[in-house]
């Protein structure tokens, strides 16, 4: 029988996911071969941040807090990456995310994407929308592993991935969630307006089909123009 990897080399990479979401826990028999499923995953979603990343300069782009787009991790970081996991587990996706992708960040101003962080209008409306893009934003392992330290020994743990789509347009609102620790491949994220119930490999396909805006695709026809710029269809 092939190995999940190989089907995922082969193409069947939504199939794949698939079936590794509903084994639940990862049996340790399979645990090398989701990890290379997840990093191969993850590989090829760090190369779409960084060409998305390296486009919204030219767009206009200002962040929202001064932080670069994109932040791939540093041999600190992997460092960082393997200390943590020697403490706690980490979703396949997850991991590989940290590892592969790094920081992301895209949360900010632009007038060409119709983002409005700091510049008018304020949205008024509520999630899911084209008031509310959903900037594509994910932690780094420094993040993460602070919330770990500080809140890792309380029950029912919940790490706050991204701040939710309000606060990503800075209005008060909350975070898009998962939960730790966990053996699944690919984690649910909670708290994305609209999606109930999507997982983390699922939310970052939509996040570069619709160009790190995801909140776009709830009413494709109001989308800013330039967006088919940074738009692509994912190969992950």
Request: with cysteine.
């Amino acid at each position: 029988m092939s190995s999940y990897f190989q089907r995922y080399l082969r193409g069947e990479r939504v199939a794949v996911w698939a079936e590794l979401r509903a084994l639940g826990p990862i049996p340790d028999a399979l645990v090398e071969d989701v990890a290379a499923v997840a990093d191969e995953t993850m590989f090829r979603a760090g190369q779409d941040v960084a060409r998305i990343a390296a486009a919204l300069p030219e767009l206009g782009w200002v962040s929202a807090n001064g932080l670069e787009p994109h932040e791939p991790p540093t041999e600190g970081a992997l460092a960082r990456i393997d200390a943590l996991t020697d403490k706690v587990a980490l979703p396949f996706a997850l991991e590989a995310c940290l590892r592969q992708v790094g920081r992301v960040w895209f949360a900010g101003d632009s007038e060409a994407l119709l983002l409005s962080y700091h510049l008018e209008p304020v949205p008024r409306g509520e999630p899911p929308g084209p008031e509310y893009p959903d900037p594509l934003c994910l932690p780094g392992i420094y993040n993460l592993a602070a919330e770990w330290d500080e809140h890792g020994t309380e029950p029912d743990f919940s790490f706050p991935l991204a701040p939710d789509e309000r606060r990503k347009a800075n209005v008060p609102g909350g975070t898009q969630d998962l939960d730790l620790p966990s053996s699944l491949a690919d984690p649910v994220v909670r708290g994305i307006a609209g999606r109930e119930g999507i997982t983390l490999v699922e939310y970052l396909r939509e996040s570069i089909r619709w160009g790190g805006f995801p909140g776009y695709s709830f009413a494709p026809e109001l989308a800013p123009a330039v967006l088919i710029t940074l738009c692509m269809e994912p190969d992950f």
